[in-house]
């Protein structure tokens, strides 16, 4: 396959993770939902994978008066109109969270005591899954992959002052290191993407196969703090070992969950993406790096 249709199949599974309530900035009201960071679907049921640390920015942010809870998920579809091809969002509430608590590793380990990944339930079913490489040499210094989610939150959206974009960005490069060394079993790696705040949690795949190899959490920046394109990875094989050990420990409730499609459909009809503009009195939580 050539990236042009790796990321056609890649790019519905991915999923932007935002705020309900949105601050107003210097007077100007906001025009979109404001980006905490990126996941993505790895099981059709609406478990997608992310970052811990953005699992814990969506944690902080200010509850709702009358609501609650004021994270959201963002799915991007693809619909037409009468001049065609047309995309857009769809808001999918958020039923769970995990965190990682502790991590044991399937054989020897030494990485971070527990990986920077974690899973959210959405309340939406029989979503598109992304397929978790678990095979050995899945990594290799040197491979093409390729990357897409939010860098820049929602700035990147509303270039213009408006919604301009309905899709996720897509960056590519190659695997630029393997921690500790090239193994078959690496515990981590890096890849030659610049990450900017709101790309955290999104998936690294294969450039000629819609495979996921590992999944972005942070870059690595020089000695003043600036960012390079020295870009952080987890490797598909522990997200995947993280995934079975969940679905072991944690009984999910996945009855009643409506799917994507009556969800999708619930939205065409009220025609919005049901957030709305708020003053706050403290900082919100910028988007993941």
């Given at each position: ?43 059709s ?28 998920a963002?799915?991007p ?16 509430e ?23 990944f ?12 992304l ?45 630029s ?113």
């Open positions: 396959m050539s990236l042009v249709e790796t990321f056609e199949v890649i790019s519905p599974s991915i999923v932007a993770l935002a705020s309900r309530l949105v601050p107003k900035i210097e007077g100007v009201n906001p025009v979109f939902p404001w980006i905490i960071g990126t996941g993505f679907v790895v099981d049921r609406g478990i997608i994978a992310t970052n811990d640390h953005v699992i814990q920015e969506l944690v902080k942010l200010p509850k709702h008066p009358t609501k609650g809870p004021a994270a959201m963002l799915v579809v693809r619909t037409k109109d009468e001049r065609g091809d047309a995309m857009g969002y769809v808001m999918t958020i039923r769970a969270h995990w965190s990682l608590t502790e991590f044991t590793a399937p054989g020897p380990y030494y990485g971070q005591m527990n990986p920077d974690g899973f959210i339930q959405l309340d939406a079913c029989e979503l598109p899954p397929k978790l490489s678990t095979e050995g040499d899945a990594l290799q210094v040197g491979m093409p992959v390729a990357t897409a989610g939010y860098p820049l939150g929602t700035s990147a959206i509303t270039v213009f002052g408006q919604v301009n974009q309905a899709m996720p960005f897509l960056r590519h490069g190659i695997v290191s393997m921690f500790p060394f090239p193994t078959k079993h690496p515990h981590g790696f890096t890849i030659d993407v610049m990450s900017q705040h709101g790309a955290s949690g999104s998936p690294i795949f294969r450039t000629d196969t819609p495979e996921v190899v590992g999944i972005l959490y942070g870059g690595l920046p020089n000695h003043k703090g600036e960012s390079t394109n020295i870009t952080l990875g987890v490797p598909s094989e522990i997200l995947a070992f993280g995934l079975d050990a969940l679905f072991k420990s944690q009984k999910i409730e996945f009855e009643g969950v409506p799917t994507f499609a009556q969800v999708f459909k619930d939205a065409d009809k009220s025609g919005d993406l049901k957030w709305e503009t708020i003053t706050v009195k403290r900082e919100i939580p910028k988007a993941g790096t």
